[in-house]
């Protein structure tokens, strides 16, 4: 059980354009979901927190109006890149966290969606 | 605020042998969780083990085991009888107890397994 699948896995766009990646919680509710960053031999950071029907939380540092994040049910969240650029590159990565789990609330992660800007 | 610092980039060990890779932490939360997460080169994030800041006993998992020093604020993997599957990064993470929040992660630990 708790499997979250991603898609695309793999998405190469052209500088300006816009692309949407969806996180899907298949077997659970999910009521947060998370995005992470991670570039290159590097480490994940977390973009931001989405909750179902409200408004995300973005980490210091993430443009909200580049970043677009929309949870709209509880096994869906996507992340539309905006006016995407090069720099824009990475491997995004998502979460989720299920309902009803208490403290322990572990996060489930995606197998990511790497995004090439050309 | 949360960080987590890993100070080893890479590390290296024989087949069967034992491995630990450290990891420190820092937090004002008096309730928090702390994590050691894998990913292999397919970069699938797999939990590996979890331990509750309560808790004062360590915890384990089959071969996998940490050495949690809360006053210290370090937060150590132990690996013994390393097996060729176990080469991969190795994440050291933390978020706080509600559960709200997202994972804070170390730079990783690129483990190295020698046959």
């Known amino acids: 059980g708790a499997v979250v699948s991603q898609h695309p896995s793999r998405v190469i766009c052209k500088s300006g354009t816009s692309v949407k990646i969806e996180c899907r919680s298949l077997?659970?509710?999910?009521?947060?979901m998370f995005w992470y960053r991670q570039f290159p031999k590097q480490s994940l950071m977390l973009m931001a927190t989405s909750n179902e029907g409200s408004k995300a939380t973005y980490e210091q540092g993430v443009e909200k109006d580049k970043f677009l994040i929309n949870h709209a049910s509880l096994t869906l969240s996507t992340l539309t890149v905006t006016s995407a650029h090069p720099e824009d590159s990475s491997f995004y990565i998502c979460?989720?966290?299920?309902?009803?789990?208490?403290?322990?609330?572990?996060?489930?992660f995606g197998p990511g969606t790497r995004l090439t800007v050309l | 605020a949360q960080t987590v610092t890993q100070s080893q980039p890479e590390m290296s060990v024989q087949e069967a042998e034992t491995v630990t890779l450290s990891c420190t932490y820092d937090?004002?939360?008096?309730?928090?969780?702390l994590f050691w997460y894998k990913q292999p080169p397919s970069r699938q994030m797999i939990l590996v083990i979890r331990q509750e800041a309560y808790k004062q006993q360590n915890a384990t998992e089959n071969r996998f085991s940490v050495n949690f020093q809360k006053a210290a604020k370090s937060f150590s993997l132990k690996i013994s009888d390393s097996q060729l599957g176990d080469a991969a990064m190795y994440f050291c993470?933390?978020?706080?107890?509600?559960?709200?929040?997202?994972?804070?992660f170390g730079k990783g630990t690129h483990l190295i397994i020698q046959p």
């Open positions: 993470a933390s978020r706080t107890g509600g559960g709200a929040d997202g994972l804070t």
């Open positions: 979460s989720a966290r299920g309902m009803g789990q208490g403290r322990r609330n572990e996060q489930f």
């Open positions: 937090t004002s939360e008096s309730d928090y969780y």
């Open positions: 077997d659970f509710q999910a009521t947060t």
